[in-house]
């Protein structure tokens, strides 16, 4: 099992910059592949995923060049720096842990790879 909790969610006015922590426990958090959703009236959406050892990274393209991905595996943590923030991007945002198996390279975007899942954080975005 591995736990996921994310922080860092709240209240941002256009422009602005949120950044988003997801603290694992449990197994080794070195073995998996991290994600970042969101969802919005019940549809979720991939935003940005990392591989193990960060060599990999991908995004959403409404969200490319503005939020960065990254991890700090000695910490446990994977984050979600967002800048430039939209109105749009209001949403409950989670991160989700998943096998870096072959498959993972053509699926990351997808949930089906991610076997744990946090709690989610709120991201709200006003102008």
């Known amino acids: 099992q591995v736990q996921l909790v994310e922080s860092g969610g709240g209240l941002a006015q256009t422009g602005g910059s949120l950044n988003l922590s997801c603290a694992a426990s449990?197994?080794?958090?070195?073995?998996?592949?991290m994600g970042w959703f969101r969802q919005v009236l019940g549809k979720r959406e991939f935003v940005a995923a990392i591989?193990?050892?960060?060599?990999?990274?991908w995004y959403s393209g409404s969200v490319k060049d503005r939020f960065t991905i990254s991890r700090d595996n000695a910490k446990n943590t994977v984050y979600l720096q967002m800048n430039s923030l939209k109105l749009e991007d209001t949403a409950v945002y989670y991160c989700?842990?998943?096998?870096?198996?072959?498959?993972?390279?053509?699926?990351?975007?997808?949930?089906?790879?991610?076997?744990?899942w946090g709690q989610g954080t709120q991201v709200t975005v006003s102008s």
């Open positions: 449990g197994r080794t958090f070195s073995n998996y592949a």
């Open positions: 591989t193990r050892n960060s060599n990999r990274k």
């Open positions: 989700a842990a998943g096998r870096q198996t072959s498959d993972y390279y053509s699926y990351y975007h997808q949930g089906d790879p991610y076997e744990y």
